[in-house]
């Protein structure tokens, strides 16, 4: 479960770049992690002035973990993050939308073990498009 918000700049018709500010929350039986995460990258729409717009994208930054796992309990640590995906968005007339991304692979290098955490998800929102 999470939140997140994702600023993005077009610099042409098919070219962006994009921010993204993303709160994770997991819940399992052992252990409880919450993360965030702050990354940033290119995006590349394929249709942009259509209603219905197919992108990928592809981020770097870092991730801050928190765990309460018995063994490394409340280990807080920002490690190297890396995210890809591919969605699309459902524009509307007034400036609001929907984005659906359902295919996302995020990846975390924690430090302290040396090794890379693999995760997919899938996300969708509300957009607000700020454009004339």
Excluded: C
Aim: charged share 20%; hydrophobic share 40%; aromatic share 12%.
């Amino acid at each position: 479960m999470g939140f997140s918000v994702l600023p993005e700049v077009n610099l042409t018709h098919h070219i962006g770049f994009q921010g993204d500010f993303t709160a994770l929350t997991t819940r399992g039986d052992n252990v409880d992690e919450n993360k965030l995460l702050i990354a940033a990258g290119p995006r590349y729409t394929f249709a942009p002035r259509s209603l219905f717009t197919l992108f990928i994208y592809g981020e770097g930054g870092e991730m801050r973990s928190r765990s309460s796992a018995a063994t490394v309990s409340h280990i807080v640590d920002w490690n190297p993050a890396t995210r890809a995906g591919i969605g699309f968005d459902l524009k509307s007339k007034h400036g609001i939308g929907f984005e659906i991304i359902p295919a996302e692979y995020i990846g975390e290098k924690v430090e302290w073990r040396d090794q890379w955490n693999h995760s997919f998800s899938a996300r969708a929102g509300i957009v607000f498009n700020l454009y004339k």
